[in-house]
C-alpha cells in the first residue's frame, strides 16, 4: 500500500488485481480506481498492456466535492462498459487524455494533468452521489451578511484575545 491514488487502465489483454480481500479481473478498456493506503497486489500476464497511474490527492484536498467523493472511497472501484457505457466512456476519455499529456511532453503537463484528474473525479461524483447538491441560494445579500457576522467574530475575538473564552457567554 502506498499513500498515493493508483488508477489502473488495462490497454490489451487481462490484467488481476486483488484489492483487500476481493479480486478484480480487468479486461481491455476497463479501469480499477485504488484510494490511498488500502492493501492490494498486482497480477499481471507477461504479456498485454496496461497504464498504472499513481497521483498525490493532497491538492484535491482542498475542494468540498473531492472531500464528499473521498470520504466514501473505501474501497477500489471497478469502472467497466458493460456497467454504464455512458460513465465508463467519459473516465476512459480523461484516463486517456492523462497519458497523452504525460507521454506527450506538452507544456504545463502537471496543471493539464491534474485538470482531468479533476474532472475525472467530478464525474466519478455525480455518478455515485447523485443526491449531492448545491447548497440552495438563499438570496441576494446572503453572503455579504455572513461575512459581515465573521468579521465581527473576529473582532471579537481580536478584543478579547487575552481574556479567558468560553462558548457560554
Known amino acids: 500500500h502506498h499513500a498515493a491514488i493508483e488508477l489502473i487502465a488495462c490497454l490489451k489483454d487481462a490484467y488481476t488485481v486483488s484489492c483487500q480481500n476481493q479480486v478484480f479481473h480487468l479486461k481491455e478498456e476497463e479501469l480499477l480506481l485504488i484510494p490511498p493506503?488500502?492493501?492490494h497486489r498486482l497480477m499481471g500476464n507477461p504479456t498485454?498492456?496496461?497504464l498504472?497511474?499513481?497521483?498525490?490527492g493532497a491538492p484535491l484536498t482542498a475542494f468540498l466535492d473531492y472531500k464528499l467523493i473521498s470520504a466514501r472511497l473505501n474501497k477500489a472501484v471497478y469502472i467497466?462498459?458493460?456497467?454504464?457505457?455512458?460513465?465508463?466512456?467519459?473516465?476512459?476519455?480523461?484516463?486517456?487524455?492523462?497519458s497523452e499529456i504525460y507521454f506527450g511532453h506538452e507544456n504545463m503537463w502537471?496543471?493539464?494533468?491534474?485538470?482531468?484528474?479533476?474532472?475525472?473525479?467530478?464525474?466519478l461524483g455525480s455518478h455515485y452521489l447523485p443526491e449531492s447538491r448545491p447548497l440552495p441560494d438563499r438570496g441576494p445579500g446572503c453572503a455579504q451578511k455572513s461575512f459581515e457576522h465573521f468579521a465581527s467574530?473576529?473582532?471579537y475575538l481580536e478584543e478579547h484575545v487575552q481574556e479567558c473564552l468560553s462558548l457560554e457567554e
Open 37 to 39: 493506503h488500502m492493501l
Open 48 to 50: 498485454g498492456a496496461r
Open 52 to 56: 498504472i497511474m499513481l497521483f498525490d
Open 80 to 98: 467497466s462498459a458493460s456497467g454504464d457505457p455512458v460513465f465508463h466512456h467519459a473516465l476512459w476519455k480523461d484516463t486517456t487524455r492523462i
Open 110 to 123: 502537471e496543471l493539464d494533468i491534474y485538470a482531468c484528474i479533476l474532472h475525472f473525479f467530478g464525474t
Open 153 to 155: 467574530l473576529l473582532t
